[in-house]
């Protein structure tokens, strides 16, 4: 089960390895959802989910992965928890 372990910079998100492997998936609920969003955004969201879903897939360790967010909700660390082993 997804954890959160707040900290002085931000947040960081553990994920099991079956959770990191869900997140770097399509989901078509968001694919619905960005279908509201107007351009130019659309665009710009897209890319940028779809650019955190190939890091996301490419660094699930055996026990999954950690993913630190500042206090902003930006994303600034990708890492795997134990030896890297992406998605299929």
Request: aromatic fraction near 8%; hydrophobic fraction near 50%; avoid cysteine.
């Given at each position: 089960m997804a954890?959160?372990?707040?900290r002085w910079w931000g947040v960081?998100?553990?994920?099991?390895?079956e959770e990191g492997c869900w997140a770097s998936r399509g989901n078509?609920?968001?694919?619905?959802?960005?279908?509201?969003?107007p351009e130019p955004w659309r665009t710009?969201?897209?890319v940028a989910i779809a650019v955190h879903?190939?890091?996301?897939?490419?660094?699930?360790g055996?026990?999954?992965?950690?993913?630190?967010f500042n206090w902003l909700g930006f994303?600034?660390?990708?890492g795997p928890r134990g030896n890297l082993q992406p998605c299929p």
């Open positions: 954890q959160l372990e707040f960081i998100l553990h994920l099991n390895r078509p609920e968001v694919a619905r959802l960005l279908q509201s969003i710009i969201v897209s879903k190939l890091i996301i897939g490419s660094n699930v055996t026990e999954g992965e950690d993913i630190h994303a600034h660390w990708f």
